[in-house]
């Protein structure tokens, strides 16, 4: 597991850090009983944190203008969390990518 994290690690943790369905506290925990570099945890939480924190923001100015139940179903909520789960794509298109690259 630490071979792979060494050489992958960037990945998998941008992975973990865009799925909000992980707690980052134990995303932490786990990292630090692993030998994922400080470079590279700082740079993956880095890229992996403020794309959905942008997203979160966006979606709660949205639901606290909400006054009507058919309004939770307004375009700007709905993309705003389509928007969410398409991040978690963003390592795999990273890694196909990366892939082909000589």
Known sequence: MNTELEQRGFGYLL???????FPFFLINLAAGLTRLKLRTFFFATLVGIIPGSLVFCNAGASLASIESPEQVLSPRVLASFALLGSFALIPAVYGKWKGKRP
Do not use: I, S, T
């Open 15 to 21: 992975f973990l850090r865009l799925v909000p369905v």
